[in-house]
């Protein structure tokens, strides 16, 4: 009898078990490391090794919620989850994704939904990656000349004040209205549900750039809230479209989950700036390989449905 | 040659396919007056939880001089595929859905020889063997004309070979004379991408052109244990079962994270 495989269900195929061992152990890694969920690089994976891509992509998100447990508790330990912050982010994030559904529905209904979706990605991506890229190197020249890092009382800084509501977040050292945390969630919410991923990476930049918070305290609280919304997306995902994969899953935790503990510490090893041009690499890579995926004459011209 | 009494036999090659069991056999001869005989090794492939794939033997008995042809295949079905075309001259997209009618999940052809040299087309056609002759039995929806229909099934071709869903070997079947009639024999891999169902195996015996035999047997793959247990939950019982999967990974996050403390591995 042959150990190393096993039949998955739902998927309805059969794996080498260090396959999904090995990759969660990666994007668990990236998931204690910078608070991401890491489905932007574990779907597509699955699908590569011959996971439905219904099924990789229901399955990434149940993988998400252990992966972002361990983190979130690892994270926490140290003081590094503002939970304040998160809540917010959170209500912002659960009706962003409401609309994003709705705009999927329209998007689908004009026939343009998959180009829209793979341009949002790619856009989405390269300019994240590449600000994060530019303005973390520009930081870490500057710390090594000056050590000057002031909050420049910018345009909109000074508009930012002005919101009502304004409350102090004291995990986060940061003082900003309630209507910002929630109205960017909703921003990366809506974004989220185009594109059909959790949107840690768009949710680290909006906390790093937007909400001012100290990277660290960005990791463990992103994490916080990944964790919330794939608990969310994991039911909906098994209730209807029954495409959660329980054996799928357990081997991917098996691995993340363990990657989440080893990245947290290894991240608190780090500088936050260090961190930030490590996720904008990976950020970047990401985006050449999709912009490969569109390009390249792929080498089959018939898919199942369902997957972006 | 008692024309109704058919032989039929089963081998279990138990030490070269693990952890799959055989519960008994159903053959089927389509012919009262057949020669032919045929047996598959498996009729019931069970797929549990270390399940990669199996093997499916076909064997039985023919007329000498007659050619032989074998088709592993499941029910004509439907199938819903995403096509990809280049959007601008330069992004390649989904462009739309084309729907395959008519198509069985499975198609595996093995013939004694090649297929156009043994039979004739009008034979070919009737009994769809050879994928010019499945081609010419399926429907394609939307296809503009005869090559874009021609090109997108063979698209098709492709996609279903790439996960060993259809197959064709010539000159695999090994034939043998002995007491004046003729002993055949395959061994074909049943790819762990076929899903559960009810297969058949249908042997043709061939002479000029045309079959002048034809027998069955019947392969049914089936779930078994865990894996049909978990795979009917996640059907029917959608939110206990998600509800189970997430409070699993709840507790594994929770208990890898116990451990890490407890381990001193975290400080």
């Not at chain 2, 027998?215 to 079962?241: C, D, F, P, R, T």
Request: hydrophobic share 45%.
């Amino acid at each position: 009898m042959n150990y190393m495989y096993l039949y998955l269900p739902v998927a309805l195929t059969s794996i080498n078990i260090m396959i999904p061992v090995g990759l969660g152990l990666l994007v668990g890694l990236l998931s204690g490391l910078f608070g991401v969920g890491g489905g932007f690089l574990l779907t597509p994976l699955l699908i590569m090794f011959g996971i439905p891509s219904t099924v990789a992509a229901a399955t990434d998100s149940n993988q998400i919620v252990a992966a972002s447990t361990s983190g979130t508790y690892a994270h926490w330990k140290v003081g590094n989850v503002d939970f304040k912050m998160g809540l917010y982010l959170l209500i912002g994030g659960f009706i962003g994704g409401l609309g994003g559904v709705q705009l999927i529905k329209v998007l689908k209904a004009t026939g343009n939904a998959d180009f829209v979706i793979k341009m949002t990605y790619v856009l989405m991506l390269g300019i994240v990656g590449t600000y994060m890229l530019v303005e973390s190197l520009n930081s870490v020249k500057k710390n090594k000349t000056a050590e000057v890092r002031t909050e420049k009382e910018t345009a909109l800084t000074r508009f930012l004040k002005t919101l009502p509501l304004q409350t102090h977040f004291e995990k986060s050292g940061v003082t900003h209205s309630l209507l910002l945390p929630v109205i960017f969630g909703g921003f990366v919410g809506v974004l989220a549900a185009i594109m059909g991923v959790g949107g840690g990476f768009l949710m680290v930049p909006v906390m790093v750039y937007i909400l001012r918070m100290p990277m660290h305290v960005v990791v463990g609280t992103s994490l916080f809230q990944i964790l919330f919304n794939c608990i969310e997306v994991t039911f909906l995902q098994a209730y209807t479209n029954h495409s959660v994969d329980f054996i799928l899953a357990v081997l991917l935790l098996v691995g993340s989950t363990v990657g989440a503990q080893v990245g947290a510490v290894f991240g608190r090893k780090l500088k936050g700036e260090q961190l930030k041009i490590i996720l904008a690499v990976i950020v970047l890579a990401v985006t050449v390989k999709i912009v490969f995926d569109l390009t390249l004459t792929p080498s089959l011209l018939l898919t199942h449905g369902g997957g972006h | 040659m008692k024309i109704l009494s058919k032989i039929i036999m089963v081998i279990l090659n138990l030490a070269a396919l693990p952890g799959i069991f055989i519960l008994g056999l159903l053959i089927f001869t389509a012919n009262a007056n057949a020669e032919l005989t045929a047996k598959a090794n498996h009729d019931h492939i069970k797929i549990d939880f270390f399940y990669h794939g199996s093997t499916v033997s076909v064997r039985g008995t023919s007329d000498p001089g007659t050619d032989l042809i074998i088709k592993i295949t499941s029910a004509d079905g439907h199938e819903s595929l995403k096509q990809k075309g280049k959007v601008g001259g330069l992004l390649w997209m989904n462009t739309g859905t084309l729907n395959f009618e008519h198509v069985p999940n499975i198609y595996s052809i093995h013939s004694t020889k090649k297929i156009q040299d043994i039979l004739n087309q009008e034979e070919a056609l009737k009994y769809v063997i050879g994928y010019p002759a499945l081609e010419n039995h399926v429907e394609i929806e939307p296809v503009e004309n005869d090559s874009e229909r021609d090109t997108w099934f063979k698209e098709f071709i492709r996609f279903k070979e790439s996960s060993n869903l259809y197959t064709t070997s010539e000159g695999k079947i090994s034939t043998t004379l002995k007491d004046g009639r003729q002993s055949y024999y395959i061994l074909t891999t049943w790819p762990y991408q076929a899903p559960p169902g009810d297969y058949l195996a249908t042997v043709y015996s061939v002479k000029d052109g045309k079959v002048i035999e034809t027998a069955e047997s019947k392969v049914k793959v089936e779930q078994v244990g865990i894996v049909s247990l978990l795979a009917g939950m996640a059907k029917n019982k959608g939110a206990l079962y998600g509800l189970i999967s997430i409070l699993v990974a709840l507790s594994a996050g929770f208990g890898v994270g116990l451990i890490f403390r407890k381990g001193g591995g975290a400080h």
